[in-house]
């Protein structure tokens, strides 16, 4: 420590001193100042005003809050407590609190009840209402403390609070009495907090806060078993991360954000989506098209009804079209690069499999005789361009692939089959595809596809002729879907009952079974839509119908005839209370199966979406 002598000197020193800590007391007070009147954290949540001078209400910012305590309920309940109110479209909040009691302090207290009750019994001098009230309380105590003591059952006092909101007052009262009736039908007994509505606002609150002053009017004993009798979480909530908006859900009014491809959730990707004419089907395959567009997932859609051109145009997609007008030709004989995986082999092998299914559905039924006749003639067509089964034919050189030129056409095919007397049926049923009609089907490809959403206009074909040009485009996005597992991709089959149906046959609904069970393996989607539900479950009694259903991990239902209700109940595990809802679904409304979960859907769009939808 240094001592200073010179006066003047220790003078100065203690007047500097003095300064500096006045200045930096001024800067902490400056400081302290600009903290007080800054904005914080708090503001941001926090109301402009709360007014308490009602006592029926809260009024925070132009709402109005009231609340319920539940203070009484039936002695013994065989339902869940709040699954009414939950799946009622009331706006609510509820809290529920659960206090753990010692167990040796209750049957001490329970032990001493009882032992006073059962002494009141014997007297027997008070009046039968009082002597049957008491009877009650000691059956009670003595079954509480059975619970306890042998069952290992523990106690706990259960307090529910019902807070409802709107901006107008009249509505608050309105939903205060509706709640009162639905609660009351349940055997709950229920009181407005009047003068405590702060309290049980702030009960409700997520702080985790039981006030003292609702506590005591709203405790009830409770065992750990009945506690379930309490479980709030009962309206099926989808909500998947990465999931696309699908909708609302009607009971709860929770959103419905649904990942179809999360192979950690959902078995597989497929979906099911059926509903009468002017459900709501189109408009949310559209939805479901626009949403996935803008994720970049490719597209494939099979439109037998010229419903999806306008939206291809308005996200610049490709538009296919198959007909009479068209000028653009897919070959039935291409077979593509993409057909098989890289390192498998069979080229020829696989193609032949897909061409007699196609020869199916212009023939017929054919025997297993006429099916190998056929074959060979395939394999025949195809020599005539040098291509066998060896898959090095199928290349130019080491790494250029044959294109749709190098391949044979439908005509080369019935020039094999005029040849041989066994054929002559086959090659007359197929002069429509070469001379008539249909010669639009004789023809190279003249198409590149690189879009990541095609549409197939198979509409001029007309009712009996649809069923080529689907088949043809399914095969042909079949092997695009095949070209890479990495990418997520969905094919659409809208009137899939023409290939699985009655009018199809068993070759091409393996086909398509194929293409549901196995496209999950490509990081695909199968998406099945039809009105007719009684003609997808019309072949080999239901079978590939079935199967496909059963392969969709997400199934939805709009608005559907009672038959085809009932026939659907023989297929899925819809509930009587599911049976009337379909009936009685209004359009965009819908019943989901997602996974486990059943939900009554109502389909949403923003008005973007309807500009570009309707």
């Not at 080369?412 to 054929?423: G, S």
């Amino acid at each position: 420590m240094i001592e200073i002598k010179n006066k003047k000197i220790k003078e100065k020193l203690k007047d500097v001193i003095q300064k500096a800590k006045k200045t930096i007391q001024s800067k902490k007070e400056t400081k302290e100042n600009k903290i007080e009147g800054g904005f914080t954290p708090k503001d941001y949540i926090a109301p402009s005003y709360i007014n308490l001078a009602n006592p029926k209400y809260i009024e925070i910012d132009g709402i109005y809050y009231s609340s319920l305590l539940i203070i009484n309920y039936y002695r013994e309940q065989s339902e869940l407590l709040l699954k009414t109110i939950i799946d009622s479209n009331i706006n609510i909040n509820i809290s529920i609190f659960y206090e753990r009691q010692n167990p040796y302090k209750i049957v001490k207290d329970l032990t001493y009840h009882i032992g006073a009750v059962g002494a009141d019994l014997k007297t027997g001098n008070e009046n039968r209402q009082d002597i049957e009230i008491a009877a009650f309380t000691y059956n009670d105590a003595k079954y509480i403390r059975k619970e306890i003591q042998i069952n290992n059952e523990e106690i706990y006092y259960l307090y529910i609070y019902i807070i409802t909101y709107s901006e107008d007052k009249k509505e608050v009262e309105y939903l205060l009495n509706k709640i009162e009736g639905i609660m009351q039908s349940k055997g709950m007994q229920l009181r407005r907090a009047y003068f405590r509505q702060e309290q049980a606002f702030i009960s409700c609150l997520p702080i985790m806060k039981n006030e003292q002053e609702i506590k005591e009017v709203s405790k009830r004993n409770v065992l750990t078993s009945s506690l379930v009798c309490t479980y709030p979480f009962i309206s099926s909530a989808i909500f998947d991360e990465e999931g696309i908006f699908i909708g609302t859900n009607i009971y709860n009014n929770s959103l419905i954000f649904i990942d179809r491809y999360n192979t950690n959730k959902y078995k597989n990707a497929n979906m099911c989506i059926f509903g009468t004419s002017g459900a709501g089907k189109s408009y949310y395959i559209k939805l479901l098209v626009l949403r996935y567009r803008l994720m970049g997932i490719e597209q494939y859609i099979i439109d037998p009804d010229r419903e999806y051109t306008k939206i291809c145009n308005e996200l610049e997609g490709t538009l296919l079209k198959i007909g009479p007008s068209s000028e653009t030709y897919i070959n039935i004989f291409d077979i593509r690069q993409e057909s098989i995986e890289e390192g498998e082999k069979g080229y020829l092998a696989t193609k032949i499999t897909k061409l007699i299914g196609f020869f199916n559905l212009i023939f017929g039924k054919i025997n297993e005789e006429e099916k190998a006749i056929l074959e060979e003639k395939i394999i025949e067509v195809y020599k005539t361009k040098g291509i066998t089964f060896e898959d090095k034919t199928l290349y130019k050189d080491k790494k250029t692939f044959k294109q749709s030129k190098d391949m044979p056409i439908l005509e080369d095919f019935y020039k094999i089959l005029e040849k041989d007397k066994n054929t002559q049926t086959f090659k007359t049923k197929l002069i429509p595809f070469i001379k008539g009609s249909l010669k639009f089907f004789n023809n190279y490809t003249n198409i590149q596809i690189n879009n990541k959403l095609i549409i197939a206009d198979v509409y001029e074909l007309g009712e009996d002729n649809l069923k080529y040009g689907m088949y043809l485009f399914t095969e042909l996005f079949w092997d695009k879907i095949k070209k890479d597992r990495n990418i997520k991709k969905a094919i659409y089959l809208d009137e899939i009952w023409r290939l699985i149906g009655v009018t199809s046959n068993k070759e091409v609904a393996s086909f398509i079974y194929k293409i549901f069970k196995t496209i999950r393996k490509y990081g695909g989607s199968s998406v099945a839509i039809t009105q007719d539900v009684s003609d997808l479950f019309s072949l080999d009694n239901g079978t590939y119908g079935k199967s496909i259903l059963n392969n969709s991990s997400i199934k939805t239902f709009f608005s559907l005839e009672e038959e085809n209700i009932n026939l659907l109940s023989n297929y899925t595990n819809l509930s009587e209370k599911e049976k009337i809802e379909i009936k009685s679904l209004r359009r965009g409304e819908s019943i989901m199966f997602v996974g486990q979960d059943h939900i009554l859907a109502k389909i949403e769009a923003s008005d973007i979406e309807k500009q570009l939808i309707e």
